[in-house]
Nanobody
């Protein structure tokens, strides 16, 4: 049974920081490209950050949405089957439900249930 579970969301003031965690089980984590998406009310779900499955010679590739570059950092711990999203200098426009997604080379994907992040004074 596959389980993708996000945690770490909450209410934070503008300029603050949060770290989201996504713990997985039931998948071969190292074979999955892991990513964070977010969906704000009334908007489509968008990619925030991705860190690909590590390749033997090339390692992982990391991608960020332009809106979070320099503020967010994605990292993965293959030993713990966990991916993190460290968010700093948070802005009200970062308010959204944040989702974790795993995608393997065969195109099989799994999503978590999401965690709410609210940035407000």
């Amino acid at each position: 049974q596959v389980d993708i579970a996000e945690s770490g969301g909450g209410l934070v003031q503008p300029g603050g920081s949060l770290t989201l965690s996504c713990v997985t089980s039931g998948i071969t984590f190292s074979s999955y490209d892991m990513s964070w998406y977010r969906q704000a009310p009334g908007k489509e779900r968008e990619l925030v950050a991705e860190k690909t499955s590590p390749l033997p010679t090339a390692g992982s590739r990391t991608t960020y949405a332009d809106s979070v570059k320099g503020r967010f950092t994605i990292d993965r711990d293959n030993a713990r089957s966990t991916v993190y999203l460290k968010m700093t200098n948070l802005k009200p426009e970062d308010t959204a439900v944040y989702y974790c997604k795993g995608l393997n080379w065969a195109g099989q994907s799994y999503w978590g249930q999401g965690t709410q992040v609210t940035v407000s004074a």
